[in-house]
C-alpha cells in the first residue's frame, strides 16, 4: 500500500513519534527510549568462534542472533529520535495496518440516541397495546412520543419514541381479529432497547495510543465518528535487487536464473509496516549502488545479494565508499549468517539480505522486522515456545532458523531447508529458532510468526 492521501496534520505535528514508540514498548524494559545509540561492530570477538576458512575475518565479527534483533530495534529507536518523524493524519481507507498515535476518543455517544435491538413493537405500558398506523424505520426522525397501552411497529437500529417501557420481539407478539396487540410472553422493562451511550459516552477513550489498526479498529473509529485517524507513517523503503544472474520472467536458461525476491521482498515488507517506495533491479553494477545509495531518500534501504565476499559483491566496498557505519556485519545465525545492518545517514539504515532465498528470509526476520516495528510503532510480538515434533539439526555455534508447520500442540520442522530453497518456507506457518547444537524431539523452541499467519494485517497483494 502507498500513502495515498497521507498529510501531515498540522495539530499532530506537536506530537512525537518516539512518544508514541515510548507507550507501545512500555510493557518491554529493554527496549527504553532512552538506550544508548547501536554500538558499532566490535573489533574483537566477545564469545569462542567457529572458524570460518571462507572469511575467518568477517565471521569474527559476526553478532550473536538475539543481539542483532535488539540491535536493529536499537538502530531504529535512535533514528525515530533523532528525525522526530511527525504523526500523520489519513483518511480512514488508507489507515489499515498503521499505529495510532493518538487515543482513539469517542466523538459521539454510542449508541447515539436510544435504539431499539430487535425488530418488533416498541410499547408503552402494560399489554395488551393499539399499534398505531405508521411505524418507525432505522434512519427515521426522532418519532412521536407513546403514551401508556400505545405500540408501535418498530426496526432494529430505528429510534425510541419517548415514553417507551420495553420492545417485544415481533415473534413474540400477535394481534388479535380487533388489532390489538397482545404479548405472547412476559416482558421486562427496558427489554430489547438498547439505551444512547450503552458502549461509550462522547469523550471516553475506546483505544489508547500505540493501538494497532485492525479492521475492526477502523470500525469502531467509523462508528464513533472519525473521518480520518492519527497514526504514526509507515517508514519509507527502497529494496535494491542486485545481480546479473537474474531474470524477471521466463524460464531459467543458460545459467540464468528467476528473481525470487523482487516479488518476495515488497509485500512481506508492507506487511511488517513499510511502504514500499521503490524496487530497483541494479545488476552487479557497483556505480549504480553507489548512486542509488547516495540519492536514495528511504528511511530503510534494503537490497539483497552480494554481501559475501565474491569479485562482484559490491556491498560492503560501497558502504566502505559512503563512510556507513557497520552496526551489524554477519550474524551467528545459518542461512544467512553474512547479512549485515549498516547507518548510510543520520537517520537512514541499510538491511543488506544474502542473495539466497531462505538466507534473504533469515535476514528479513533478524534485521528487518525489528526495524520496520519499530519505526512502525508496532508492539514486539509476545514470544511464545512450542515442543518440536521431531529433533531439529542445528549449527555448531549459530543459531538456526528452520521453517515449520503447526501440527496440533506441535512444530513440524519442513524439508527443503537449504539456504537456496523457498520451498519448505513457502508452506511453513512459523520459523522455529534452534539453538547452536540442535533440538531434540519434545524440546520447547522459541517460533517466530510470519506476518500473514498471525495479524494477517496488510499482506495486501495491491
Ligand atoms: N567464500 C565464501 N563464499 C560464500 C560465503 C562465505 O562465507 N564465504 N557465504 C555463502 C553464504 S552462506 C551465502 S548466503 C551467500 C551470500 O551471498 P551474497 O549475499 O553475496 O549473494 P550472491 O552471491 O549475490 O548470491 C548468492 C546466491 O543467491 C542467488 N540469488 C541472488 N539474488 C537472488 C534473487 N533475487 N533471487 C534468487 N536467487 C538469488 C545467486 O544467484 C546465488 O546463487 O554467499 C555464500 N558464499
Ligand atoms: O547464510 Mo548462507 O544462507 O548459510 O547460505
Redesign the pocket.
Known amino acids: 500500500m502507498t500513502a495515498r492521501g497521507i498529510r501531515t496534520d498540522g495539530d499532530a505535528e506537536d506530537l512525537d513519534v518516539e512518544e508514541v514508540l515510548a507507550l507501545v514498548n512500555d510493557n518491554n524494559a529493554h527496549r527504553s527510549p532512552s538506550d544508548p545509540l547501536p554500538a558499532p561492530v566490535p573489533q574483537r570477538p566477545e564469545t569462542p568462534r567457529e572458524p570460518?576458512p571462507?572469511?575467518p575475518d568477517r565471521h569474527h565479527r559476526a553478532t550473536p542472533w538475539p543481539d542483532a534483533r535488539e540491535t536493529a530495534a536499537r538502530a531504529a529507536r535512535s533514528a525515530t529520535r533523532s528525525a522526530r518523524r511527525a504523526p500523520v493524519s489519513v483518511p480512514l481507507d488508507v489507515a489499515l495496518g498503521l499505529t495510532l498515535a493518538e487515543p482513539l476518543t469517542a466523538l459521539t455517544d454510542l449508541p447515539s440516541f436510544d435504539t431499539s435491538a430487535m425488530d418488533g413493537w416498541a410499547v408503552a405500558g402494560p399489554g395488551p397495546w393499539a399499534v398505531r398506523e405508521e411505524g418507525v424505520l432505522a434512519g427515521h426522525a426522532e418519532p412521536e412520543p407513546l403514551t401508556d397501552g400505545e405500540a408501535v411497529r418498530i426496526a432494529t437500529g430505528a429510534r425510541i419514541p419517548l415514553d417507551t417501557t420495553a420492545v417485544l420481539r415481533s415473534e413474540h407478539g400477535r394481534t388479535d381479529a380487533k388489532g390489538q396487540l397482545h404479548a405472547g410472553r412476559e416482558i421486562q422493562h427496558g427489554q430489547d432497547i438498547r439505551p444512547r451511550g450503552q458502549e461509550c459516552r462522547n469523550g471516553d477513550q475506546l483505544l489508547a495510543v500505540g493501538t494497532l489498526v485492525t479492521p475492526a479498529v477502523l470500525g469502531l473509529a467509523s462508528a464513533a465518528g472519525y473521518d480520518t485517524l492519527t497514526a504514526v507513517p509507515r517508514p519509507r523503503v527502497e529494496v535494491l535487487?542486485?545481480?546479473d544472474?537474474?531474470l524477471t520472467e521466463g524460464l531459467p536458461h543458460d545459467g540464468l536464473?528467476r528473481?525470487?525476491?523482487?516479488p518476495m521482498l515488497p509485500p512481506w515488507l508492507r506487511a511488517l509496516g513499510a511502504e514500499v517506495t521503490a524496487v530497483r533491479r541494479l545488476g552487479d553494477d557497483a556505480k549504480a549502488l553507489h548512486k542509488a545509495l547516495t540519492k536514495s531518500e528511504a528511511d530503510l534501504i534494503v537490497t539483497?545479494?552480494?554481501?559475501?565476499?565474491?569479485p562482484v559483491?559490491h556491498v560492503h566496498p560501497t558502504l566502505k565508499r559512503i563512510g556507513a557505519e557497520l552496526l551489524v556485519d554477519g550474524v551467528k545465525v545459518r542461512?544467512?549468517?553474512?547479512m549485515l545492518l549498516a547507518r548510510t545517514k543520520e537517520h537512514q539504515h541499510l538491511v543488506g539480505l544474502?542473495?539466497?532465498?531462505l538466507?534473504a528470509v533469515s535476514g528479513l526476520l533478524t534485521l528487518a522486522e525489528p526495524m520496520l516495528r519499530t519505526l512502525a510503532a508496532r508492539p514486539a510480538p509476545e514470544a511464545y515456545t512450542m515442543p518440536l515434533k521431531e529433533a531439529a539439526h542445528g549449527h555448531p555455534y549459530d543459531t538456526r532458523l528452520i521453517p515449520v508447520v503447526l501440527r496440533g500442540d506441535h512444530a513440524v520442522p519442513l524439508h527443503y531447508q537449504g539456504?537456496?530453497m523457498l520451498r519448505g518456507m513457502a508452506a511453513a506457518d512459523a520459523v522455529a529458532v534452534v539453538p547452536p547444537g540442535g533440538a531434540r524431539a519434545g524440546q520447547e523452541a522459541e517460533l517466530l510468526d510470519l506476518p500473514w499467519a498471525s495479524a494477517g494485517i496488510e499482506v495486501c497483494f495491491t
Open positions: 570460518d571462507g572469511n535487487v542486485l545481480g544472474e537474474l536464473i528473481d525470487a525476491l523482487g539483497t545479494g552480494g554481501t559475501a565476499a565474491g559483491d542461512p544467512g549468517h553474512p544474502p542473495g539466497n532465498p538466507a539456504p537456496a
